[in-house]
């Protein structure tokens, strides 16, 4: 097919872009965004593995002291989308070192906090910076790639979201490791500021500007009634720990309730030809969309949650240091970065249907796991269950790296940055959700029976189940797919007519 017949049909704009002429430094400028992005979603789990050496060098409580995660995670999930649609109206270039420069200050006033109420402040700032920038990196992908190059891009992002996730805990327990004693848990977050500094001043000379779009207003109404739906959904499960979901499940349905009128209100702007925060026809007009958040989110409910209850059932209940415990999950992510690579450059070949061999993959490997840790000889069980998690990493690696490149591949330039804020606060809610949810079903089946291998399984086992819902919508996506397709196969760059793109600069 013809880049021609390709925009009559409403085809790729990531192909087809009229005006587009590949940025030189792009390559270069792309790894500036995913060592920044490394280290934001890192954040997310490093700190997991210091929190009993935090808690007791400044003499916190268990409440204050989760905070020191949850508040991260929280913070982090409100900006998403706000920061997106910023980056979108203003120069996603700007916004991106503005956040960085943030993230590396606030990161120093972790290391440097003399007490647990400057830690958690200085941690919801940290968050709230992580949360401006994240968007910003699939949003420049969209903007310096096209093509099959898009592909190969969203192959790395997808690598270092899969690898940054996983590794958070052997890095922390390295860190602990090398930086021994009561203070040695300041580096977690010390180690940040010489790499965001480095970050900060190749993006200056590497990343490329924004080019006005017309489109600078900004939502409010839509920016306050999204950021009190997602913390209302979010609050209770971030206080898990303390009881938050049993006090405070009332916000719940208060939450749905405020997300159902900001879709409402998005709508409402959509007929008065206004800019909404969010626009809902990314969900009903562009072919993938949908269908690639819903898939995202079920999978990370059980990704997420995962590497919490390996490292209590290692550390807890087989007495494994930190580090050790991290090293036992290593295999997982070497799969998934080795696979993440490769799924880049397949995507635009087999679709869909690497997602589906994914999930199989990370279903089976899991499970297997399950299985030897729960039937095995305790002695070797971890030995014998690291070619199994690397073959479920392996899975792991054609999930999120091909699933974000159809999720976003076809989402107009102009609102690529609102578009990857979207998709990662619905990554963001799953993951509070595993993480809220594996670990409290691990410590609950470990009180009634005292038994961490049965209570390992149960945990593992109800991550599956989120894994397998995701499956299944990813199925009846490619079933769909091959049904409107018919006989013959399309041209990766033809897809279903979207009006949105009309509008595309």
């Known amino acids: 097919m013809t880049a021609a017949a390709s925009a009559a049909h409403g085809g790729n704009p990531g192909s087809q872009e009229a005006g587009y002429e590949p940025d030189p430094h792009r390559w270069r400028a792309l790894w500036v965004t995913l060592v920044a992005g490394f280290m934001s979603l890192l954040d997310?789990?490093?700190?997991?593995?210091?929190?009993?050496?935090?808690?007791?060098?400044?003499h916190a409580s268990p409440a204050q002291?989760?905070?020191?995660?949850?508040?991260?995670?929280?913070?982090?999930?409100?900006a998403l989308v706000t920061a997106g649609r910023l980056g979108d109206a203003l120069d996603r270039r700007r916004i991106f070192l503005l956040a960085l420069s943030g993230f590396v200050v606030f990161s120093a006033a972790c290391g440097a906090a003399p007490d647990i109420t400057l830690l958690v402040v200085a941690r919801l700032a940290q968050g709230l910076a992580a949360g401006?920038?994240?968007?910003?990196?699939?949003?420049?992908?969209?903007?310096?790639?096209?093509?099959?190059?898009?592909?190969?891009?969203?192959?790395?992002?997808?690598?270092?979201?899969?690898?940054?996730?996983?590794?958070?805990?052997?890095?922390?327990g390295a860190i602990l490791a090398l930086a021994s004693g009561p203070q040695g848990w300041r580096w977690i977050f010390y180690v940040n500021v010489p790499i965001g500094i480095l970050a900060v001043l190749l993006g200056r000379r590497l990343l490329p500007s924004t080019r006005p779009s017309g489109r600078g207003q900004v939502d409010l109404p839509g920016v306050l009634l999204l950021g009190l739906g997602v913390l209302a959904l979010m609050f209770p499960l971030v206080q898990a720990d303390s009881g938050g979901i049993g006090r405070l499940w009332w916000l719940f349905p208060a939450g749905a309730a405020i997300l159902l009128v900001f879709?409402?209100?998005?709508?409402?702007?959509?007929?008065?030809?206004?800019?909404?925060?969010?626009?809902?026809?990314?969900?009903?007009?562009?072919?993938?969309?949908?269908?690639?958040?819903?898939?995202?989110?079920l999978y990370f409910i059980g990704f997420s949650g995962v590497w919490l209850v390996f490292a209590l059932f290692f550390q807890h209940g087989l007495g494994f240091t930190p580090l050790r415990s991290g090293l036992?999950?290593?295999?997982?992510?070497?799969?998934?970065?080795?696979?993440?690579?490769?799924?880049?450059?397949?995507?635009?070949?087999?679709?869909?249907?690497?997602?589906?061999?994914?999930l199989t993959g990370v279903i089976l490997g899991l499970g297997g796991t399950a299985l030897l840790l729960r039937f095995a000889p305790i002695g070797i069980a971890p030995w014998l269950a690291a070619p199994v998690l690397f073959l479920g990493g392996i899975g792991g690696g054609f999930v999120v790296s091909p699933n974000i490149t159809m999720t976003l591949r076809d989402v107009p330039v102009y609102m690529a940055g609102a578009a990857g804020g979207a998709l990662q606060t619905g990554q963001r809610l799953g993951a509070a959700v595993g993480t809220a949810a594996l670990p409290g079903l691990f410590y609950l089946v470990l009180g009634r029976s005292h038994d961490y291998r049965g209570a390992l399984v149960t945990a593992l086992g109800a991550a599956l189940v989120g894994m397998a819902a995701s499956l299944a919508l990813a199925t009846f996506d490619r079933q769909r797919?091959?049904?409107?397709?018919?006989?013959?196969?399309?041209?990766?760059?033809?897809?279903?007519?979207?009006?949105?793109h009309a509008r595309q600069t």
């Open 65 to 78: 002291v989760q905070w020191v995660v949850s508040g991260y995670a929280l913070t982090f999930a409100l």
């Open 44 to 58: 997310v789990t490093i700190v997991a593995v210091a929190l009993p050496t935090i808690q007791r060098d400044l």
């Open 263 to 297: 879709a409402w209100w998005q709508h409402r702007l959509v007929d008065r030809g206004a800019q909404p925060l969010l626009d809902p026809r990314l969900f009903t007009g562009v072919r993938g969309y949908a269908v690639g958040a819903g898939v995202g989110t």
């Open 132 to 172: 401006f920038m994240a968007p910003q990196n699939s949003a420049l992908i969209q903007q310096m790639f096209r093509g099959a190059e898009r592909g190969r891009a969203f192959g790395f992002f997808g690598s270092t979201v899969g690898i940054s996730s996983a590794a958070g805990p052997i890095t922390g």
């Open 481 to 500: 797919d091959r049904r409107l397709r018919g006989p013959h196969r399309r041209c990766p760059d033809e897809v279903a007519h979207n009006p949105m």
């Open 328 to 358: 036992a999950v290593t295999p997982f992510a070497l799969g998934s970065a080795s696979a993440a690579v490769v799924a880049g450059r397949l995507v635009d070949r087999f679709g869909r249907l690497l997602t589906v061999c994914g």
